[in-house]
């Protein structure tokens, strides 16, 4: 048994262990967004062509909302396709004019309006506790209209805004609405708030964390590590393509759903905007995971994951991350300046990914050329038929046998059997929250159109 790293403290993405000194750049990435929707609003309607989009745009949104979306309907599915319409389509008449308002630490970026959909806690019947953070917990929810389960983020303002971590809840919120139906990465099915909690609303997946897997079992067989490895792979593969990089790949944030598929989850550390030759430098991520060039605090690139990626690749086979020790300065050394040790009677191609993608010049790891159409042909991934893999067609190499949504025994006691507060189902009205909470997370609120479901 696993004894020297305590089991993560929740199976839907909080963590103890998490450095983010500020997250530079999701403005940026969210002028991009805007960016994106102009081009594509002119591209569906040649008319705009005829004068700036700054001088249309507000008068449309001002007298009809409803009208735009409705014409964007009827113009097709093309610009129905776009995330970005989402934002679009808020009301901003309620946000403050940021030139004429005194500056608040909540005024430090821009998270948009909210929307303000029909969703309450009162619609759900809250069931077990199934993780636990430092700013809320999961739940087990059976919505009461049909029946369905999912898990529900439940997260408290006040200590967001005391952490200053609203930045890192609205990344995460941000990115989900990415996450346009990819197989192995967790669906935000809407999100609400009350006066004094934020509510994601996501699939629920009962197989366990990797992470509780391995510490009931050691380690993997190559097989069954390849697997996963793969899954993970095409998941981070993804979000590259969409300009995102993920940042804090580990066991704790990769989940087996009921047929023993991966789903990654937890987005509060990505960065979007992220070209294929961009760089940024925020401190952040898990320390046992973190790459040479982030600690040297270095400007770095998309291939951090493929290193974290190596990491979990060999956690898997060798049951310890591979710089790991209990001393994290020692740690810390290990991953700047210690050779990659490889025991044991591996395959020639799996110790030849780990030395690609382990690899302390960023700039020679696995991935640095061509991303993830690199990590695809590698050798090691020569028995995975990648199509096959995307629409799940492979048997995964384990089945957690969980026996339907109220089958709760890869989740940690200490968590299901605590108690659900009461304040959890409490709906208090919106507006009864401080000026600076409800500033800080507007634009939080999300709920699809048909297009999104």
């Not at 969210?30 to 960016?35: D, K, P, T, V």
């Not at 760089?279 to 973190?290: A, R, W």
Request: charged letters at 25%.
């Amino acid at each position: 048994m696993r004894c020297c790293r305590k089991q993560s403290s929740s199976p839907l993405g909080f963590r103890k262990e998490r450095w983010a000194p500020g997250l530079a750049g999701w403005a940026g990435g969210r002028m991009g967004n805007e960016r994106s929707l102009c081009l594509a609003v002119v591209d569906c309607f040649p008319c705009f062509r005829t004068q700036p989009l700054g001088d249309v745009l507000p008068e449309l949104i001002k007298h009809g909302r409803e009208r735009i979306e409705q014409t964007i309907k009827a113009s097709g599915s093309r610009l129905c396709s776009y995330a970005e319409r989402v934002v679009f389509l808020m009301d901003r008449s309620r946000s403050p004019d940021k030139s004429s308002q005194p500056s608040t630490p909540t005024d430090n970026i821009n998270l948009g309006p909210s929307a303000n959909p029909n969703a309450k806690p009162t619609d759900f019947d809250f069931l077990k506790v199934i993780g636990k953070g430092s700013f809320g917990k999961v739940l087990l929810a059976k919505r009461k209209c049909d029946g369905t389960f999912y898990a529900v983020k439940v997260l408290h303002k006040k200590t967001i805004l005391k952490k200053k971590e609203q930045n890192h809840i609205m990344a995460e919120r941000n990115v989900l609405l990415k996450n346009v139906k990819h197989p192995f990465l967790v669906g935000l099915h809407y999100s609400f708030q009350t006066s004094e909690k934020l509510y994601f609303v996501l699939d629920y997946v009962n197989g366990g964390e990797l992470f509780f897997h391995l510490q009931r079992e050691r380690c993997f067989r190559e097989p069954r590590a390849r697997f996963y490895a793969a899954e993970v792979a095409s998941a981070i593969g993804y979000l590259h393509s969409l300009n995102i990089i993920y940042r804090d790949l580990k066991p704790e944030n990769i989940l087996l759903d009921c047929q023993g598929h991966i789903v990654l989850t937890d987005f509060g550390l990505c960065k979007e905007g992220m070209e294929q030759e961009e760089t940024t430098s925020t401190f952040c991520g898990t320390p046992e995971y973190l790459a040479p060039e982030v600690l040297k605090k270095q400007p770095y690139d998309r291939t951090v994951d493929w290193w974290c990626l190596g990491a979990v690749l060999y956690e898997m086979l060798f049951g310890l991350p591979p710089f790991y020790s209990r001393d994290v300065s020692q740690m810390y050394d290990n991953i700047l300046h210690k050779p990659l040790q490889i025991q044991g009677t591996k395959t020639v191609a799996a110790c030849d990914i780990l030395q690609g993608l382990l690899h302390k010049d960023q700039k020679r790891r696995l991935g640095a050329k061509t991303d993830f159409l690199e990590i695809k042909n590698h050798v090691f991934f020569s028995p995975i038929n990648w199509d096959d893999l995307y629409h799940k067609r492979i048997t995964p190499p384990f089945n957690p046998n969980v026996a339907g949504p109220a089958d709760l025994r890869h989740f940690d006691p200490e968590f299901t059997q605590e108690a659900i507060s009461a304040s959890i189902t409490r709906t208090p009205e919106l507006a009864a929250s401080s000026s600076s909470a409800s500033d800080a997370f507007l634009g939080f609120s999300y709920a699809p159109t048909e297009e999104d479901i």
